[in-house]
């Protein structure tokens, strides 16, 4: 049973996303009821992790609800509405009206491993901390690795919820027990920057590097338990324009100038460190992260919307000058540098 039979995709991301679902519902249906499948979704940062992974729990829950409901005629309807994301990562959309058939795809984002604003204070260098927030020293990889291993665990009938923190973009800090992964949710999408880090111990300059801010081996084991590994993949150069516009048309950077530079300085350094230290030999799946109108997030058509007053117009015009500029030196710094490649 393919998703969507008969109709036509004009998105070449939801054509991938949809193969790939197709994929994954084959396996599951391979699996006993005590097995969850555990895929790692990983990629740099503007790669579309996120909308990419609510894209195909959509897609995954479609198959598994047709497929019951092909099989028991006579149960409950069910109404699934599309996912939607914003820039904090959020999304919405899954709605049934039958309780007995909850959804089996769950997608779990690392962003709730963050350390806290005050873990980072405390560190040897806190401004430095604070500045290469999101870098994996900024991580806890150890609590990650715990909930990784109790997803693993099989589904007994003792089996109870397993909770996970979210992230509070509002108060910049992890939510504890916010994220509910129930008995139920038999495929989990696990999605992040570091979910496929896996490094024979790598040193940093770093000052804020030592053994409770980061433990290599942490995120190596939780990469093992993982039964794919996925890699959104995108060009650095295309990266960086992203996240310099997201960051800035979110309000995170007085410019388009200031959000260029803190994206090279902090989030394309991240993006060095997961591309170095990915297992290739583990890879079950590339996914092109290709430009596509129907992907962007709620917060990007807004901005574009905004794009009817003059002023923004012009002050746009202006930043998109500077942005190209700098952007090239940038680049070339990085190709320089190997970034990427």
Known sequence: MAVDEGKAVDSPMEAQVQKLAEKVWRKYQTLDDSQRYLI????????????????????LNKLYQDDRHNKYPN?????????????SGSSQGRHFSDPNSPDIAHVLPMDG?????????????????????????????????????????????????I?????????????ENDIAIP????????EGLY?????????????????????PSAWSEACSLMDEIWLISVPIPVATERVAKRNFQAGLSPSLEAA???????????????????????LTERIE????????????????????DEKAKEQQADDAKRFKMNRMGSIAEMADAGVGL
Do not use: C
């Open 40 to 59: 790692a979704i990983a990629g740099i940062p503007g790669s579309g992790k996120t909308t990419f992974a609510s894209s195909l729990a959509y897609y």
């Open 113 to 161: 491993y963050h350390l806290t604003r005050a873990q980072l204070s405390a560190m040897q260098n806190p401004e430095e901390a604070h500045y290469r927030r999101g870098a994996a020293f900024t991580f806890d990889p150890e609590g990650y690795f715990a909930l990784i291993e109790k997803l693993r665990k099989p589904i007994e009938a003792t089996t109870r919820t």
């Open 183 to 190: 008995r139920t949710a038999r495929i989990v999408l696990i």
């Open 75 to 87: 149960a409950a309807d069910y109404h699934l509405t599309r996912p939607t994301s914003n820039s």
């Open 163 to 175: 909770w996970a923190p979210s992230f509070d973009h509002a108060t910049k800090d992890p939510v």
């Open 289 to 308: 992260s290709i430009e596509d109108d129907g992907w962007k997030t709620q917060d990007q058509k807004m901005a574009v919307g905004d794009e009817n």
């Open 260 to 282: 260029l530079e803190r994206t090279v300085n902090n989030d394309m350094k991240n993006a060095t460190e997961i591309l170095n230290n990915f297992p290739k030999d583990k």
């Open 195 to 215: 979910t496929a880090l896996s490094y024979p111990a790598p040193k940093t300059n770093s000052s804020n590097t030592d053994a409770k801010a980061a433990v």
